[in-house]
């Protein structure tokens, strides 16, 4: 078993598989599963300024695809569950994610809350390419951010981006 993940954490080592190594965390980060993908990003970073946008696309792919699963996870619980009795702050929280509609998925960058929410928001059927689409905006906001401020400032190569 030691030499299998010893193999394994080669392989997804990075810099040489960066970008996937990337993806796949940033995916798994998304799902229900606690796990950062933070450090991957800022690492590849780091180690590859010339990656900072690929970085950035690739974690936001990977993250909202996660999110997409969480989505679908919600919407297939919701079909095979039978409807039972929520507390008021259940109904309450449903009741707002339901008036606010697919734009609460802006939120699912946000950390502990922000990928459940992607799961109630296919639970409760919201529309599912709006809720893709609002899950891209905040993922790519979230790690455009959250990358910038560890780095500090914007690399003057970036700048030209529009950003």
């Not at 990003?41 to 690739?58: A, E, H, R, S, Y």
């Not at 996870?73 to 009741?95: C, E, I, W």
């Amino acid at each position: 078993m030691e030499i299998w993940l010893e193999q394994l954490l080669s392989y997804l080592a990075l810099p040489k598989f960066g970008l996937s190594t990337v993806f796949v965390v940033s995916f798994i980060s998304a799902t229900l599963l606690p796990l950062g993908s933070e450090p991957a990003v800022f690492g590849l970073i780091k180690l590859n300024p010339d990656l900072f946008w690929p970085t950035i696309f690739v974690a936001t792919a990977g993250n909202t695809l996660g999110g997409v699963v969480d989505w679908w996870m919600g919407y297939g619980a919701h079909k095979v569950s039978d409807k039972y009795k929520h507390s008021s702050v259940h109904v309450k929280a449903l009741d707002w994610l339901e008036r606010i509609g697919p734009k609460a998925c802006l939120l699912s960058f946000l950390p502990v809350v922000g990928d459940p929410l992607c799961a109630v928001a296919g639970w409760l059927k919201l529309p599912f390419w709006p809720c893709v689409a609002y899950m891209v905006i905040g993922k790519f906001l979230r790690y455009l951010v959250m990358t910038a401020l560890l780095l500090g400032l914007f690399p003057a190569k970036f700048a030209g981006f529009g950003f």
